[in-house]
Structures are given as C-alpha cells and as structure tokens.
C-alpha cells in the first residue's frame, strides 16, 4: 500500500524522490526538520507512543497528521495502542489533504 501511495503521488507530481529513514519517529521527524514533504503509511504498523510526540511537534511547526482516512490519530485510554488505520504526516494541510485522497 504504501509503495502504490507513492507511486500515485508521483505520477500527480507531488512527490519527487524517497527519503529512507528507519522508525516512525525518524520519519516524522524528516517531515519536521524538512528534509521530507510528506510521510506517507497508508496501513497499521505504527504505535501511539511511535507518532505521538513526532505528531506535537510537526503540529506545532504548521504541519498535519491523520490515519489513511483523514481522521485524527487518538491517544486516549480507551483507544487501541497501534495506528490501525496508518499515518499521514505532512508538511502543510494541503499536502495532507492530497495524500489522504489518495490513500483512499
């Protein structure tokens, strides 16, 4: 899924290249520092205490984060531990708004 994300986004001219980074918070922290645009994983892998802390900074910073729907990423109690339905970071709203389209 995720490979198939990317290769729409650059078919539409969103994305240009491919940043490895190992963990979620390294890539998180890629879209942060911005040597990345967009961190794109449209299916579960992810925990909460993986993107919690990247999702607060990157937000702070002017970016956004959600699953693969577009929904918010939830951290109360009673919420499941793992990122069920992905993560989508990016940069700005607008990039967000496009890579949730197309992870759809």
Same mark, same amino acid.
């Given at each position: 899924k995720t490979q198939e994300a990317l290769d729409r986004l650059t078919a539409m001219g969103v994305a240009t290249g491919a940043?490895?980074?190992g963990g979620a918070g390294h890539k998180m922290a890629r879209v942060i520092d911005g040597?990345?645009?967009?961190? =794109?994983?449209?299916?579960?892998?992810?925990?909460k205490w993986d993107t919690c802390a990247g999702e607060a900074i990157l937000v702070a910073a002017g970016g956004s984060?959600?699953?693969a729907a577009g929904g918010l990423l939830q951290y109360d109690p009673d919420a499941a531990m793992s990122n069920t339905?992905? =993560?989508?970071?990016a940069c700005s709203q607008r990039l967000?708004?496009?890579?949730?389209?197309?992870c759809k």
């Open positions: 940043v490895q980074a040597a990345a645009d967009i961190w =794109v994983m449209p299916m579960a892998g992810t925990s984060v959600s699953d339905e992905g =993560v989508l970071a967000l708004k496009i890579a949730i389209d197309v």
